[in-house]
């Protein structure tokens, strides 16, 4: 009788059915709700900015492929979730050409030439923006208000008292829907805690680096960001305003440029939480998600480094 030889072959030897196309339509149907609260208050020119976002990111994306004579990968998906993310952190006053200008040099400089999907060591959406708010400032920080797009400041501009804006607060409610002035997507918090609840429900993302993120801004706007001294600072209306929603459920997670284990996820979290605080309370911006992000992009490796599992029976070096 003839034996059975086994079959060795190469890793990985758990597989998934899950693909990276299906992860990236899961953030995609997660931010139709925000695009949705989008269009309501800001009209057809938030559809605009985000079809030119995402038309500009595929294109990028299969062009620089095809010159580079490599394998083209835009039905993955990922070119469309980083067009739509860099879309909803653009004003809805933004030129046309900002959101083309921007995608192209999120998916050109930020992810192709580090290798492509995978290989990028910060979001390249959120360099897409810090690029354009270094070039184009005033086009960054042209805010107009829902519905009658008469120029105004955002609730974190007259939120934080170092700007010096004088205006009047929205209500909670308005914050919470979105109807403020802001992003295309990050004035809607219903919209996308919405989004962000669908991506837990698919398992697409873990609730610790979020809950970490919401948390720790909370905390630390309650006890250090009142006028009045300690513990008097309005923390909810520090989470409903800015871009922390859609920092938190949406970036702050992406799979690349975070940790992956569930303690380095809460550092992720943390981190951002306190370098957002800092940023919006003391720093030269009034908002300061994206920028704590980056920062925290850079960290991931170490982070990795120092809380990665120790596998058993292993013997540390001292």
């Known amino acids: 009788m003839k034996s059975e030889l086994p079959v060795v072959t190469s890793s990985p030897h758990l597989r998934s059915p899950v693909t990276v196309s299906a992860l990236m339509r899961d953030v995609v149907i997660a931010l139709l709700p925000a695009l949705f609260a989008a269009v309501v208050f800001f009209g057809e020119r938030a559809m605009m900015i985000v079809a030119l ?3 500009s990111a595929v294109v990028a ?22 067009g739509m993310l860099l879309a909803f952190n653009l004003p809805p006053s933004a030129p046309w050409w900002l959101p083309v200008v921007g995608s192209a040099f999120a ?9 492509g999907l995978g290989q990028n060591f910060i979001n390249p959406a959120l360099a897409a923006r810090a690029m354009l708010m270094a ?38 409610w308005e914050m919470f829907v ?20 669908y ?18 801004v909370a905390v630390l706007t309650w006890v250090f960001g009142g006028v009045d001294g300690l513990f008097s600072g309005d923390w909810l209306r520090h989470i409903l305003a800015g871009g922390l929603m859609l920092g938190a459920f949406f970036m702050a997670t992406d799979y690349v440029t975070s940790p992956v ?30 920028y704590a992000i980056l920062l925290m992009n850079l960290a991931t490796p170490l982070i990795d480094r ?13």
């Open 261 to 290: 284990t569930p303690k380095g996820k809460l550092i992720m979290g943390l981190g951002c939480g306190v370098l957002t605080v800092i940023i919006r309370l003391h720093g030269g911006f009034p908002e300061g998600v994206s």
């Open 107 to 115: 998916i050109v400089v930020a992810k192709q030439l580090f290798g």
């Open 306 to 318: 120092y809380v990665q599992p120790r596998p058993f029976g292993e013997v540390r070096k001292k």
């Open 53 to 55: 976002g995402v038309l």
């Open 135 to 172: 070039s184009w400032p005033a086009h960054m920080t042209a805010w107009i208000r829902p519905f009658d797009a008469v120029s105004t400041a955002t609730p974190l501009a007259a939120l934080v008292p170092k700007t010096g804006v004088a205006a009047q607060l929205p209500t909670y």
């Open 178 to 197: 979105g109807a403020t002035a802001g992003c295309v997507g990050e004035t809607s918090a219903l919209a996308l805690l919405v989004g962000g609840g």
């Open 61 to 82: 994306e299969a062009g620089y492929q095809r010159l580079a004579r490599r394998p083209v990968t835009v039905g993955d998906w990922s070119a469309v979730v980083t």
């Open 199 to 216: 991506l837990l429900v698919r398992r697409v993302i873990s609730w610790h680096t979020p809950a970490a993120f919401i948390g720790t």
